[in-house]
C-alpha cells in the first residue's frame, strides 16, 4: 500500500520561500517519476513541477524560475523549493506519480501568500 505524506506548507509574505516535503511510503517511489501539483481555492487541480527517477525535471510555466523539485531516493522523499513567491501561489500543494493515481493523493499541505 502506498501512502504519501506532504508537509512543510505554511504562511508567508510575497516575496517569501518554502520547502515542501513529500514522503512516500511503499515500493513504487524508487521506480516511478514524480509530481507536485497544487490546487487554489475553485480552480482544477493543475501540475507544478515534475522529476524523473533519474533527476530530470520540468515545471509550469507560472512557476519556472522560482521552484525547484528535487528528489532523494534512499529517503523516498521529493521536495519543492519555492522562491519568489506571489499570491497567486496560495494553494494546497499535493505530490503524487508522473501520472496520478487517485488512491494516492494525500492531504496536501497548504500554502498561504499573503501580499
Known amino acids: ?3 504519501l505524506v506532504e508537509s512543510g506548507g505554511g504562511s508567508v509574505q510575497a516575496g517569501g520561500s518554502l ?6 511510503s511503499g ?7 514524480m509530481g507536485w501539483y497544487r490546487q487554489a481555492p475553485g480552480k482544477q487541480r ?9 533527476g530530470d525535471t520540468n515545471f509550469a510555466d507560472f512557476v519556472k524560475g522560482r ?3 528535487s528528489r532523494d531516493n534512499a529517503k523516498n522523499s521529493v521536495y ?9 501561489d496560495t494553494a494546497v ?8 493515481i487517485t488512491a494516492y493523493w494525500g492531504q496536501g ?5 499573503s501580499s
Open 46 to 54: 493543475e501540475v507544478v513541477a515534475r522529476i524523473t527517477v533519474g
Open 109 to 113: 499541505t497548504q500554502v498561504t501568500v
Open 27 to 33: 515500493s513504487i517511489f524508487s521506480i516511478t517519476a
Open 80 to 88: 519543492l523549493q519555492m522562491n519568489s513567491l506571489q499570491p497567486e
Open 1 to 3: 500500500q502506498v501512502e
Open 19 to 24: 520547502r515542501l516535503s513529500c514522503a512516500a
Open 67 to 69: 521552484f525547484t523539485i
Open 93 to 100: 500543494y499535493y505530490c503524487n506519480t508522473f501520472k496520478p
